[in-house]
């Protein structure tokens, strides 16, 4: 008869029975203390785990926990292939054994063509609702990839990865959107009191239900469908008991904008009578005596008169009233 002691326990064993329940609690002790990443690594075949990366890629290694992926790692819970490097690269065992080389890397993203790129990233983010139309949004059908937005490794944001500043990064391609944003009438994206996201989802968009003769792109829909104006501007907000066609039809856009403009209020025309009469034009909707017609001086709405070249000084509710069918006060 033999007694040991261990862990403030002290059992008794006989003969060869003793070697082995001494191995099985050194093993139970040794694997409760071995990290939770290298007990899911032991059974993947060709992955390496993200430690190993280290002894090469020593500035990513060591800067990794400040990116949002690092939770695949913190986690302890992910399968080899979505926890850490090997998440997005693949197994990495060949490289380390080849000594390196892109070559030898699964999934190089320099290496690699847009569809893939998309394919590899939506292998953890297509649960994303954001992210659901990403497929048929305009970037992809123009071969433009995530990694031509989001660095990874060295990006310029903390939030979304991006491998520039939000406002500097749509600016190199839409280059005739910052023209826009320079007008003397815009909406403050440059001063950073919004941003390009609060209007558009760079991941594509639902087709939207107002606009439908203008189809504005990857532009994003507040509450039941409504324009992203109204995150903003809620005083304009419905269901008015009288809507204005032009707003209920054509949205926003029909009058303004969006982006910036030479116009007071964003307006599409420098006078805000020339734009009533874009649609108004005295056709029989006016009433008695002629009211809008421009040509006739003894109308009661003489355009060419200016006292009623403002018509919003009487046509206060113009996006839309509870009071009145001609919205006035």
């Not at 990495?92 to 590899?120: C, D, W, Y």
Request: aromatic share 6%; hydrophobic share 35%.
């Amino acid at each position: 008869m033999r007694q040991h002691r261990g862990e403030g326990r002290v059992w008794s064993v006989t003969g060869g029975k003793a070697a082995l329940l001494i191995c099985l609690a050194a093993a139970g002790v040794s694997a409760q203390n071995q990290p939770a990443e290298r007990v899911v690594e032991a059974g993947a075949s060709g992955y390496a785990g993200s430690t190993a990366c280290k002894t090469c890629h020593a500035d990513l290694w060591f800067n990794f926990y400040k990116n949002a992926h690092f939770k695949s790692i913190a986690s302890g819970k992910e399968a080899p292939n979505h926890t850490g490097c090997e998440g997005c690269h693949g197994p990495g065992k060949k490289h380390i054994e080849a000594g390196g080389g892109k070559a030898t890397i699964p999934r190089a993203f320099s290496l690699m063509n847009p569809k893939q790129v998309i394919a590899a990233c939506l292998e953890c983010h297509a649960r994303d609702l954001a992210r659901a139309n990403i497929r048929r949004s305009e970037h992809t059908l123009n071969e433009v990839a995530c990694t031509g937005c989001h660095s990874n490794h060295h990006p310029a944001t903390v939030k979304n990865l991006l491998a520039k500043t939000q406002t500097e990064l749509c600016y190199g391609c839409h280059q005739d959107v910052r023209a826009q944003f320079a007008m003397p009438f815009k909406h403050r994206v440059n001063e950073g009191l919004v941003q390009c996201t609060d209007c558009h989802n760079p991941h594509g968009t639902f087709a939207p239900t107002w606009g439908m003769t203008q189809r504005p792109r990857m532009v994003t829909q507040n509450v039941i469908n409504e324009q992203p104006c109204m995150k903003c501007h809620v005083d304009k907000r419905g269901p008015f008991l009288f809507e204005h066609p032009p707003v209920r039809v054509g949205g926003c856009v029909a009058c303004h904008t969006p982006h910036g403009s030479a116009n007071a209020k964003l307006l599409i025309r420098p006078v805000v009578f020339t734009l009533c009469l874009e649609c108004h034009t005295g056709a029989g909707d006016f009433g008695p005596q002629g009211r809008g017609i421009v040509t006739q001086a003894q109308g009661i709405h003489n355009m060419l008169d200016p006292r009623f070249e403002r018509c919003v000084v009487c046509h206060v509710r113009i996006h839309g009233s509870n009071l009145d069918q001609t919205f006035f006060k």
